[in-house]
Structure formats: structure tokens, C-alpha cells
């Protein structure tokens, strides 16, 4: 019996040294977690029960120049449904009532919800997909259906709400309007247009507010005041002109349609400001229809053909090396150089004409003599009067992927015995259509090229944040006199050269013709295809608006793909839409000046009358208006009793007048 009590007693003194450790062990660790890790641990606390939520910024709307919304934020509402949240005598008296609501508003039977929302229910879905993409009155309405306006604890609602751009105009303009935002696949930020290369003033900035974990999972605001306010983003001015892209992507759309052609582009431009008014990029889908693709204007680069040879004529004139009148031999239409032939696409040539009727007919020929004959001992000096054009660089726009031009220069690589030859008619270089606009906009304005501009202020609200005044590429391009000639020669091309088809008595335009081979010579993934274009101003006397189409690759069995049967209807149809259609910004000027011919005219009519009328008139029966105004004229006052015509008159007809005595009228 000793011996069993003795056992008992180890066991005991066991039992009560394994609690004595680990009381100690629990006081050991109950002070290293105050003393020693308790920051780390008061820390992981407050980050699992307070927290900071994002307060996500307003971001700016982009306007056109005439006020028209380009691009705005919209809340876009997402609906869900907890099938377990309500309670089985709730969810069975408003599952009807909710299905013949959704019905009226999504478009399918009550049946098809009823069935829906009984199978979530009992698959236990808590979160079944009621609708997406509502807008907020939708949202609000069906928020607003039996067992949803229990809300979300009783009626098992879910409500996600997402911000998503919207362009109110549509797909005009979209390539240029652009986007920002964040590739789901990577995380990384993309984007395109005005949307990305303006984000800083239009994204805003993000705000701050901290939250407490409560019941049930849910959060509420520690302080009735933000942590960071956010700041909403501005809105951003764009120099297009709704109007004006209309007629321009339509007039595009319509020549593409008609030629079946692969892509094209159009760019209308202020002359004097640079202000790009218009700007549309269509491309051809798999099924034949065209979209905003690729920014082609800005960032396809190419060689332009004979809009090139606007250069050549500049250069020539600026050196006075040969005059519009100088006479060059067509040799039949074909000349050669190192072996390679140069040919007119007049079959025979044009016999002997002038260096600007060469221009007008656009010879390549006639272009091709001028420029090697009197640079082949020096051709770094034609070279670098193109240089001095800007034509060797990008013009520094806002958007990215802007297309690179090549130039190539004597001595370096690319440079051959016929580049200089070829660089006359358009080949062997590579520039964008907004860099040949820009150059021939420089020619319209008087030799001043400005930098093409696609937005014209940032605002908040109606005040000015920052404002893109015009910016001078080159403030002389040119001499005075050469652009004079220039002038002339364009504007000729249109009435009796290559261009003529598109001459108008009634609207004057000026511009260049262009067709190309694009990929001469290199076996480009593309092939060899043509590239139509036509580039000018209107009107030509006083230039207001520049304008570039640009056609590639329209389809050769309708046996035409000339610039001017190609591109250049279109530059048509919007310069005088844009004149034509417009509403008139004429303004009345000088109304107060006086004119001595028409005073004259007007006091010998009131000396007639005076003359006519030495006494009172009878007015009877003439209307009130009529009456008063010839009675002001004789020198009386008037004074009018009721409305019509003339009853009785208070002076009887026959008395002489006399000056200022009031007569009165009663009117029927």
C-alpha cells in the first residue's frame, strides 16, 4: 500500500513540475510577445483590422474644340446575387415578384429567373450573375426590385461598381482620342492617343481614407475625414473639330469602300496655328470593313512619291540654280541614270516644257534633270536643304510609336549614284503624311512651319491650368519670293495640271498629286503595291486649312490608283463640305462707319419726302407701324392707342406739319 501511495505521490510531483514549466514557458512567451515582438504583433493587428482604402480620383473628360464631349468616365454596375442570404420564407415570397421585375427589364421570361435563382439557391451560388454592364438608372431600378431592397444582408444583393471611359462620338477619332489603362495579363500600364500621352493631367490623383474591420467583414471609416483627399483629374481641350472629322472619316471611308483599298488616312490642319482639326486612320478588317486602326498619319512611315517633289522645286528656287521657266527635254518619256531608267507615267513624255509645267504634270522626267543636273557635283547641298525643311526628323509630337524619317546622305550608308536622281521623284526617302503636311502647311503659311498640335489647353473647370500656344518649327522655311512661285505652281497643278479633274470655278484649292510604288525594289512582306495621295491647302488665295489623304494599296483591277483619281476626291469632298456645310464664322465688321454715298442717297430720299409731304397725310387704314414711321419722318411724335391699322388720327389730313407736335393715333 506504501509503495502504490508512493507512486501516486511521483506522479503528482510530475504533474505539478510539467504545469510549473509550462506556466513558465507561457509567462516566458507572454513576455516576449509584449516586450520583445509586441511592435511586430501590434502591427500585424492593426494591419489586419485597420487598413487604408483607395478613394479613386475623377478622371478629366477630353472636349473637341467646339465643346462636343470626346471622352468621359461612367460608372459601369456589375449585379450578383447571395442565394444564401435570405431566409427561406423571405427568398419564397419575393422570388416571383424579383422574377417578373428582372424580366421587364433584362429582356428574358420570369420563368427563366424563377428557375435561375431557385437553382443558385439551391446549389448554394453565392454569387450568381444577375446582369453586367448596367448603366446607373439600371442599376439603381433593379437595386430598387422585391428582395433586393432588403439589401445586402436580407436580400442577398451584390453590387460591383467599375469606372469605364466611354467615346459619346463613337469610333471616329478613336485611334487618336487613344486609352489608358492596365493590361490584365501583364500589370503593366498601356496605352494610346491623347487618353495616354495626357494622363498626368487627367488621371487625378488617388485618395486616401483608413477603415476599421468590424462584424460580418465589414469596414467603416475610423474619421468622418479623409486620410488624403483626392484630387480629380482635368479636362483636357483637344483641337478637333467634331464637325470637321465627320466630313473627313466619311469622305475617307466612302474612296476606301469604292477602291477596296487596304488602309488610308486623312489629316485637315489650321494652317496658321497647326491645330489638327481632323485626323482618321481606317484600316480593312478580315470581313471588308474598315475600323481606327493604326495611328497611319503619324506613325507609318514611307516613301511619299511625287508629293516629294515639292521639295526639290523649294530647294531649286532658294539656290537659284534654275527658274520655273527653264526648259528640260522629256527624252520620250525616259531617262536614264547608271544604267537604271527614270520614266514619265505619260507613255511618250511631254516633249520640251518648263521646269513648272514639269511640276504641274508632275514629270519624273523633267524633276529628276533639274535636281541631278545641278547637284550631282554636290549633293550634300541638296541634302541639307531638305535637312533644313526638318524633313530628316520627327516632329516631337505628344503620342508615342511617331514614325521615323529616312534621309539619306551622301557618303553614308544607303547612298548610291542614283539616290539623287531618285530622291527627286520620291524615292530612296521615307517620311510620314504628318510630316509632308507640315511642309507643305509651311508653304501656306507664308514660309512659317509650325508644329502640328493636337490638344490646345488643359482646364479645370472654366479655369486655364496650362495653355499649348503655336509652336514655330522654322520661322522662314523659305524666301518670300519662292513661296510666291510655289503658290503659283500649286495652285496650277489643280487647274491645268494632274490635279485638274478636281478643279472647281467656284472654290479654290491648291495642293500636289502622289502616286507611289511602295516597297520599289525591296521584297516587302506587303509585295509591291501602290500608295495614291493628294496634299494641299484651300482656299489658295488665302489659305485656311491644309489638308493630306494618303491611300494605300487600292485595288488595281478597277485599273486606277493615280493620286488624283484616288486621294484626291476626297481632298475634295472635304474642303468644300467644310465650306459649303459649315456654319458661317463671318463676322459683320465697321457697322458704325458712315458711308458718304449712302448718306447722300438717304438725305435726298427725306428731302423728297418733306418735300412730298408738307402736310399731315391721311392715315387711315394703314398699319400702325407703317403710320408711325412715316410721321417720325416728317418730324412729329406719336403717340398710339391700341393695335391694327389706323382708325382715326387726333390731326386731320391736310394741316400743316409742324415740327415735333404730338399727334395721336387710335388703332383698331
Request: proline share 4%.
Amino acid at each position: 500500500m506504501a509503495v502504490d501511495d508512493k507512486h501516486i505521490s511521483y506522479r503528482i510531483y510530475l504533474v505539478a513540475v510539467f504545469i510549473f514549466v509550462m506556466a513558465i514557458a507561457i509567462v516566458v512567451k507572454l513576455t516576449n510577445i509584449q516586450w520583445i515582438e509586441g511592435d511586430y504583433y501590434r502591427k500585424l493587428a492593426k494591419q489586419r483590422t485597420v487598413r487604408n482604402f483607395v478613394i479613386p480620383a475623377n478622371k478629366g473628360n477630353i472636349y473637341s474644340a467646339d465643346g462636343s464631349l470626346l471622352a468621359t468616365s461612367i460608372p459601369n454596375y456589375e449585379i450578383r446575387f447571395d442565394s444564401q442570404a435570405p431566409k427561406t420564407e423571405t427568398f419564397e415570397k419575393n422570388v416571383k415578384p424579383l422574377a417578373d421585375s428582372l424580366a421587364s427589364v433584362l429582356g428574358k421570361s420570369s420563368s427563366y429567373f424563377q428557375n435561375e435563382l431557385r437553382k443558385a439557391r439551391a446549389n448554394k451560388n453565392r454569387y450568381y450573375l444577375i446582369a453586367r454592364n448596367l448603366s446607373y438608372t439600371e442599376y439603381v431600378k433593379i437595386k430598387g426590385f422585391p428582395l433586393f431592397k432588403l439589401g445586402a444582408f436580407k436580400g442577398g444583393v451584390i453590387i460591383e461598381q467599375e469606372t469605364i471611359r466611354e467615346h459619346p462620338i463613337g469610333k471616329i477619332a478613336e485611334r487618336t482620342i487613344g486609352y489608358d489603362r492596365v493590361d490584365p495579363a501583364t500589370g503593366v500600364e498601356v496605352g494610346k492617343g491623347i487618353e495616354w500621352a495626357f494622363k498626368s493631367y487627367l488621371n487625378g490623383k488617388d485618395g486616401k481614407i483608413l477603415k476599421q474591420k468590424i462584424a460580418k467583414g465589414q469596414w467603416k471609416p475610423i474619421r468622418d475625414v479623409n486620410e488624403v483627399d483626392p484630387q480629380d483629374g482635368f479636362d483636357v481641350i483637344s483641337t478637333l473639330d467634331v464637325f470637321i472629322q465627320d466630313i473627313a472619316h466619311h469622305a475617307l471611308l466612302k474612296q476606301l469602300q469604292e477602291y477596296e483599298a487596304d488602309h488610308g488616312c486623312v489629316v485637315v490642319m489650321e494652317t496658321e496655328t497647326g491645330h489638327v482639326k481632323a485626323i482618321a486612320n481606317l484600316g480593312r478588317a478580315d470581313d471588308g470593313s474598315y475600323y481606327e486602326t493604326t495611328n497611319y498619319a503619324v506613325a507609318e512611315s514611307h516613301e511619299p512619291g511625287s508629293t516629294f517633289k515639292l521639295v526639290d522645286l523649294m530647294a531649286i528656287l532658294e539656290d537659284k540654280v534654275a527658274d520655273t521657266s527653264t526648259v528640260y527635254d522629256t527624252h520620250g518619256g525616259v531617262v536614264k541614270y547608271y544604267g537604271r531608267s527614270v520614266r514619265d507615267s505619260h507613255i511618250g513624255g511631254y516633249g520640251k516644257i518648263s521646269l513648272a509645267r514639269g511640276f504641274e504634270l508632275s514629270s519624273n522626267t523633267v524633276m529628276a534633270q533639274a535636281v541631278y543636273q545641278n547637284y550631282k557635283n554636290n549633293p550634300k547641298k541638296f541634302v541639307d536643304h531638305i535637312r533644313s525643311f526638318g524633313l530628316n526628323k520627327t516632329l516631337g509630337l505628344h503620342f508615342k510609336g511617331e514614325g521615323k524619317a529616312v534621309i539619306p546622305y551622301p557618303g553614308e550608308r544607303g547612298w548610291s549614284g542614283i539616290s539623287l536622281p531618285w530622291m527627286a521623284f520620291g524615292y530612296e526617302v521615307s517620311v510620314t503624311p504628318m510630316q509632308t503636311l507640315t511642309f507643305y502647311n509651311s508653304v501656306a503659311n507664308n514660309g512659317v512651319m509650325v508644329k502640328p498640335q493636337f490638344v490646345s489647353e488643359i482646364k479645370e473647370w472654366n479655369k486655364t491650368i496650362k495653355k499649348f500656344d503655336v509652336e514655330v518649327i522654322n520661322p522662314k522655311v523659305c524666301s518670300p519670293e519662292t513661296i510666291k512661285k510655289l503658290k503659283a505652281v500649286l495652285l496650277n497643278v489643280v487647274k491645268k495640271g494632274t490635279g485638274s479633274k478636281l478643279y472647281s470655278k467656284d472654290f479654290s484649292m491648291a495642293g500636289k498629286t502622289g502616286t507611289v510604288q511602295v516597297n520599289y525594289g525591296k521584297a516587302g512582306k506587303e509585295g509591291l503595291y501602290y500608295a495614291s495621295s493628294f496634299v494641299g491647302y484651300f482656299p489658295a488665295d488665302h489659305p485656311k486649312y491644309s489638308c493630306i489623304v494618303v491611300v494605300h494599296k487600292p485595288n488595281t483591277a478597277k485599273n486606277n490608283y493615280y493620286g488624283a483619281d484616288v486621294a484626291g476626291p476626297v481632298f475634295k469632298r472635304i474642303a468644300q463640305k467644310i465650306f459649303t456645310d459649315a456654319p458661317s464664322t463671318n463676322q459683320i465688321k465697321n457697322l458704325e462707319k458712315r458711308i458718304p454715298k449712302q448718306d447722300n442717297s438717304y438725305d435726298n430720299y427725306t428731302a423728297q419726302v418733306n418735300k412730298k409731304h408738307k402736310s399731315i397725310p391721311n392715315l387711315k387704314g394703314m398699319p400702325g407701324m407703317d403710320a408711325i414711321a412715316l410721321l417720325e419722318n416728317l418730324g412729329l411724335k406719336v403717340k398710339v392707342n391700341g393695335v391694327g391699322k389706323v382708325k382715326n388720327q387726333s390731326i386731320q389730313a391736310g394741316q400743316n406739319i409742324v415740327k415735333n407736335t404730338t399727334i395721336v393715333l387710335e388703332l383698331s
